[in-house]
């Protein structure tokens, strides 16, 4: 069975930081490619960050240089480092797992709320 649990969420202030884990358990992690998704009260969910199985990476626009997605293999687990949070980057995120690095996830999380709200 596999499950994807996400952590880390919160109530920050703008400017602020928080770090998202997502562990993995069900898969061979290491060949997997891996997603970070949110999606904000009346929008679609939305791409944040990909990280392959190469460890290359991939941010949206709205995210670079502010969001890191980071993979530690032997833990199964992948990250999300936010730092300088807006409040436009309130929403429940989610983190997905696909074999086929051109195509929505297979299997995601059950989500992690974070609020950023002064």
């Known amino acids: 069975q596999v499950q994807l649990v996400e952590s880390g969420g919160g109530l920050v202030q703008p400017g602020g930081s928080l770090r998202l884990s997502c562990a993995a358990s069900?898969?061979?992690?290491?060949?997997?490619?891996m997603a970070w998704y949110r999606q904000a009260p009346g929008k679609q969910r939305e791409l944040v960050a990909r990280?392959?199985?190469?460890?290359?990476?991939r941010y949206a626009d709205s995210v670079k240089g502010r969001f890191t997605i980071s993979r530690d293999n032997p833990k199964n687990t992948v990250y999300l480092q936010m730092n300088s949070l807006k409040p436009d980057d309130t929403a429940v995120y989610y983190c997905?797992?696909?074999?086929?690095?051109?195509?929505?996830?297979?299997?995601w999380g059950q989500g992690t709320q974070v609020t950023v709200s002064s």
């Open positions: 997905g797992a696909t074999r086929n690095s051109g195509s929505s996830p297979s299997y």
């Open positions: 069900g898969i061979t992690f290491s060949i997997y490619h």
């Open positions: 990280i392959f199985s190469s460890s290359s990476t």
